[in-house]
């Protein structure tokens, strides 16, 4: 993936038959999908512009209408790929204890004495929270929800996470 694009949504399927597309996307987003004027969408290789006319929200689902999109037909040619936005779009937007997730790989994890656990070799989802996942010297893989109790430090400067390691949690 280019690193200037990140990744927001996915087409998942047409809705109706006036180009309307149905986009999954991760929960507490909705605020950012609502807000969408201008996406990109990854075809051949190449990011295509697609502007946004309309956003509605069915269940757990976003009924989006692209501009260029008039049809069933169009829809279906991006049916599975994904919605991205410029990088530095989504930065501008981050509140002081908001990350990007895919910042926070091969970061260096610490407990709250100082000791070095190891590294966060991806992040999971789940319906509450996402889960770190942090691979320890011994090559142990370790899942630490990722909430403010249990994590209440990620400089992204000094390239460190500290987690408040409870009992249980990583041993």
Same mark, same amino acid.
Request: with cysteine.
């Given at each position: 993936?280019?690193?200037?694009? $990140?990744?927001?949504?996915? =087409? &998942?399927?047409?809705?109706?038959?006036?180009?309307?597309?149905? %986009?999954?996307?991760?929960?507490?987003?909705?605020?950012?999908?609502?807000?969408?004027?201008? @996406?990109?969408?990854?075809?051949?290789?190449?990011? %295509?512009?697609?502007? @946004?006319?309309?956003?509605?929200?069915?269940?757990?689902?976003?009924?989006?209408?692209?501009?260029?999109?008039?049809?069933?037909?169009? @829809?279906?040619?991006? *049916?599975?790929?994904?919605?991205?936005?410029?990088?530095?779009? =989504?930065? *501008? !937007?981050?509140?002081?204890?908001?990350? &990007?997730?895919?910042? &926070? $790989?091969?970061?260096?994890?610490?407990?709250?004495?100082?000791?070095?656990?190891? *590294?966060?070799?991806?992040?999971?989802? !789940?319906?509450?929270?996402? =889960?770190?996942? $942090?691979?320890?010297?011994?090559?142990?893989?370790?899942? @630490?929800?990722?909430?403010?109790?249990? %994590?209440?430090?990620?400089?992204?400067?000094?390239?460190?996470?500290?987690?408040? !390691? =409870?009992?249980?949690? $990583?041993?």
């Amino acid at each position: 993936m280019d690193n200037n694009f $990140i990744s927001i949504a996915k =087409i &998942l399927n047409f809705h109706g038959i006036k180009g309307e597309a149905k %986009v999954g996307f991760s929960k507490g987003r909705e605020r950012q999908i609502e807000l969408l004027k201008k @996406v990109y969408i990854k075809k051949d290789n190449e990011f %295509v512009e697609y502007n @946004v006319t309309s956003v509605r929200f069915h269940k757990h689902f976003a009924i989006i209408k692209f501009k260029e999109l008039s049809t069933v037909n169009d @829809v279906e040619e991006i *049916k599975g790929l994904d919605i991205y936005l410029p990088r530095e779009e =989504i930065e *501008k !937007n981050l509140e002081n204890d908001e990350y &990007l997730i895919s910042d &926070l $790989i091969d970061m260096d994890v610490y407990d709250e004495d100082g000791c070095c656990i190891g *590294k966060v070799t991806q992040i999971g989802e !789940n319906l509450a929270n996402n =889960i770190l996942s $942090i691979k320890d010297a011994n090559g142990k893989e370790h899942l @630490v929800p990722f909430v403010k109790e249990l %994590v209440p430090v990620v400089d992204l400067k000094s390239n460190k996470i500290v987690i408040n !390691n =409870i009992e249980g949690l $990583i041993s």
